[in-house]
């Protein structure tokens, strides 16, 4: 059976996360869905991550076992087609035939991530669930230096959500970059955007999330770079800050060796 490569985008605010379930929508589900209506047959999307509920993305990749050899652009078109008619917020962006080693989630060796955060009094409209909005200033040099202490191999036991599958809290996280994005201005007024990029092999549920939020709570003054490390050392997700909302959360790009 060829295997295909997926590069997809989409707007996690309509699905209760990537992975199919039950009795709920999930990008997986529409996903399959669309694919199997001009394939005729049943496919599992296997994804490089499992993005919750609510989380965006504009790289996520997916790889797929079909029965007979399609065109690249004709699983693009057809795709496309099907999930645009049945209303679904999903593009694939990209195809290409792999042989059948590579796997989307265990073929990985690198994933980014992008917070999107807008600090500006007015609240949002336009990117309204595209960002989180915090009202009051943000000190965006001291999340910066913060976030270098979270940099490095740790057990990120209180930055995990206790529903969390993972066999180990320990994480490598390779960068945490903290910075104005481009222009310093947000998008339908006058504000900031503020992105947090962070790249590792791997994460735990919420982990990103978890980290975001007690790094805003280091911008708003709350707490200290200190605070911080001793959240971390705690090993206890009762020592976590607050959590940042999913919607400011995009799966970028995902790396292959």
Not at 97 to 102: C, L, P, W
Not at 108 to 113: G, S, V
Request: hydrophobic share 40%.
């Amino acid at each position: 059976m060829p295997r295909y490569k997926l590069t997809i985008e989409y707007n996690g605010m309509p699905y209760y996360g990537w992975q199919r379930q039950a009795d709920v929508i999930s990008v997986q589900q529409a996903l399959e869905e669309a694919i199997e209506q001009f394939t005729q047959h049943k496919v599992t999307a296997t994804a490089a991550g499992r993005t919750d509920a609510g989380v965006h993305a504009l790289g996520q990749i997916v790889h797929v076992d079909l029965e007979k050899t399609w065109t690249t652009d004709k699983i693009v078109e057809a795709a496309n087609g099907l999930l645009r008619f049945n209303e679904h917020p999903i593009a694939v962006t990209s195809v290409e035939q792999v042989d059948d080693e590579f796997d989307a989630r265990f073929s990985a060796i690198q994933r980014h991530y992008r917070y999107r955060l807008i600090n500006r009094k007015a609240p949002l409209t336009v990117e309204n669930q595209r960002a989180w909005w915090i009202r009051f200033p943000l000190d965006v040099e001291a999340m910066h230096e913060a976030a270098q202490e979270l940099v490095g191999r740790y057990d990120f036991t209180t930055f995990r959500d206790t529903e969390c599958q993972a066999k180990s809290p320990i994480r490598t996280i390779d960068k945490f970059s903290v910075y104005l994005a481009e222009g310093n201005a947000a998008i339908g007024g006058a504000g900031r955007t503020i992105n947090f990029d962070i790249s590792a092999r791997a994460f735990l549920h919420s982990q990103v999330r978890s980290m975001v939020g007690s790094l805003k709570m280091v911008g708003d003054g709350k707490w200290s770079k200190q605070d911080l490390i001793n959240a971390r050392d705690a090993k206890d997700r009762k020592a976590c800050g607050v959590v940042a909302p999913p919607y400011g959360l995009y799966l970028v790009q995902v790396d292959y060796s």
